[in-house]
C-alpha cells in the first residue's frame, strides 16, 4: 500500500545536516520510504491514499538511545539529599544510589514493572520519539534481569516504538556478591549472558565502568563473552573518574561510549579511529550539577559522532522529555540545533547499530518521521519544553495518542 505525504518541508538529517527540501513530499509503501523529494518532482504513480502535512517540518522520528526505563519505586529523597549536599558516591555507600532502586525492583512484579515503564514511555512516544533503548541492570541476578528484559520485549510488542534491549547486568554489585566482585563477574559471563541471550532477550550488552561499580579488567570479562554471543557492546564510561572505558570500548568497536565528562584527549582519538559513537547525557550532568563538562570541542575536532539521550532513571536523571535534553545539549554543551536534532536522530541510530534503517528520511528506509507544526527545525531544539503539534508517522501509520 502505497501513501502520498504532500504540502511539507523535510530536514532529511542526510549527512547529520539539516539537507533541507522545500515544498516536498513523501511516498511511502507499507513500512518504508518509497520516494522522497520536491513535490513538483513527483513521479506519476498511482497512491492509495493522500495525506496534507499544511506546511509542516518533517523530520526524521527522534531515537533516545540510553534509558533506564524499567525500574522499581523512585529515588526523590536521594534527589533531596543531593540538594543538601552529599555526593552520589556517598550516597551510593549509605545504602542508596542503584542498591536502592535494586531493592524496589526485585520486590516489583513483572506487571508492576511494566505498567509504570508504559507511563514514562509513552511520553517520549508522545513527543516524537519512534525508537528507544531500554537497559535492565536493576535486577542484578537472573531472574530479576530476565523479569525486567521480558518487560522490555512486552514493551517492544505493545507499543508503537521500535524498542531495543540493553542488558546492563554489569551495573553494579548486588547486595549478595559485596566484597567479591569478580565471582559476581564469572556469574554474569557464564551464566545470566548466555542463558538470557538463548532465550532472545538481548540486543545488546553494557556495562558501568567506574571506581563505583567495576573495573577495566572487569569490563573487558564481559566484552569478551558478548562478542562471543555475537552481541553489540555499550559503555558508561568516563562519568565520575577517568579510567580509560571509553578507550576499552573503541577497541571492542563498541557502538557507543555514554556520558564521557572525564575522557581524555586519547580516548577521543581511539572513539574517532572506531567509528565508536559519544553519547552525551546532560540531565545526568544537570542533576548531579557537575562541573566537569565532556570535551565537546575534541569530539568535533575529530568527528566523533556524538548523540544525545534522556538517560532516563529514577536517581541521577528522572528526565521524561528528549527534546529538553536537545535545548540542554545547546544551553550547556554548546552543541547548534542542526547538531542536537542529529544527535537524536541519525547519530542515535549509529548509536544503536541501526544506522541502515533509522535516522534520516532517505529512500528505503523505515517510514519513521515527525511533521511538526514549526516554521524552522531549529524550533525542537529551541522551544524550553511544552508539547508542540505535531502528527508522528511510525512505520507509516500516524499514531494515535
Not at 533506564?68 to 539529599?81: D, L, P, T, Y
Not at 525492583?105 to 517520549?124: G, I
Not at 566484552?223 to 564510561?237: C, D, E, G, T
Request: aromatic share 8%; glycine share 6%.
Amino acid at each position: 500500500m502505497k501513501k502520498l505525504w504532500i504540502n511539507c518541508h523535510i530536514a532529511t538529517m542526510e549527512n547529520a545536516q539539516y539537507s533541507c527540501i522545500e515544498s516536498a513530499a513523501i511516498i511511502t509503501e507499507d513500512e518504508a520510504i518509497y520516494w522522497i523529494g520536491e513535490e513538483k518532482n513527483l513521479p506519476n504513480i498511482q497512491c492509495d491514499e493522500t495525506i496534507d502535512l499544511n506546511g509542516a517540518w518533517v523530520t526524521p522520528g527522534l531515537i533516545d538511545s540510553h534509558t533506564h526505563s524499567v525500574f522499581g519505586g523512585n529515588r526523590s529523597v536521594e534527589f533531596e539529599q543531593r540538594l543538601q549536599g552529599l555526593s552520589y558516591a556517598e550516597i551510593a555507600k549509605n545504602g542508596g544510589g542503584i542498591a536502592s532502586t535494586v531493592n524496589a525492583t526485585r520486590k516489583a512484579t513483572e506487571e508492576e514493572l511494566y505498567n509504570s515503564a508504559l507511563k514514562r514511555v509513552q511520553n517520549f512516544s508522545r513527543e516524537g520519539v519512534t525508537t528507544i533503548e531500554i537497559k535492565s541492570g536493576y535486577g542484578l541476578d537472573f531472574e530479576n534481569e530476565r523479569k525486567m528484559l521480558k518487560v522490555i520485549k512486552r514493551l517492544a510488542e505493545t507499543l508503537p516504538l521500535t524498542v531495543k534491549s540493553t542488558c546492563l547486568a554489569a551495573h553494579a554489585l548486588p547486595p549478595e556478591f559485596q566484597g567479591r566482585a569478580d565471582e559476581y563477574i564469572d556469574y554474569i559471563c557464564e551464566e545470566m549472558l548466555p542463558k538470557l541471550n538463548e532465550e532472545k532477550l538481548v540486543d545488546a550488552v553494557d556495562a558501568f565502568c567506574e571506581h563505583l561499580a567495576f573495573s577495566p579488567a572487569q569490563v573487558e570479562r564481559v566484552f569478551k563473552v558478548a562478542q562471543a554471543l555475537n552481541l553489540p557492546i555499550k559503555l558508561h564510561a568516563e562519568q565520575l573518574s577517568s579510567l580509560g572505558g571509553s578507550s576499552l570500548a573503541a577497541k571492542y568497536h563498541a557502538l557507543s561510549a555514554d556520558h564521557l565528562e572525564y575522557m581524555t584527549e586519547d580516548d577521543v582519538v581511539a572513539m574517532a579511529k572506531s567509528g565508536t559513537v559519544a553519547v552525551l547525557l546532560p540531565g545526568a550532568f544537570y542533576m548531579l550539577r557537575e562541573k566537569q563538562y565532556p570535551p565537546i570541542q575534541s569530539l568535533l575536532n575529530h568527528g566523533v559522532k556524538i548523540a544525545l539521550s534522556s538517560d532516563l532513571n529514577p536517581g541521577t536523571s528522572p528526565v521524561l522529555s528528549l527534546r529538553l535534553m536537545m535545548n540542554m545539549g545547546s544551553t550547556l554543551f554548546g552543541l547548534t540545533p542542526e547538531q542536537t536534532l542529529a544527535s537524536v536522530t541519525i547519530h542515535a541510530a549509529y548509536a544503536l547499530g541501526l544506522q541502515q534503517s533509522h535516522g534520516s528520511l532517505e529512500v528505503g528506509k523505515i517510514a519513521d518521521f515527525v511533521a511538526w507544526d514549526i516554521e524552522h527545525p531549529s524550533e525542537i531544539t529551541y522551544w524550553l519544553g511544552g508539547d508542540l503539534n505535531k502528527k508522528v508517522i511510525q512505520k507509516g501509520q500516524i499514531i494515535k495518542f
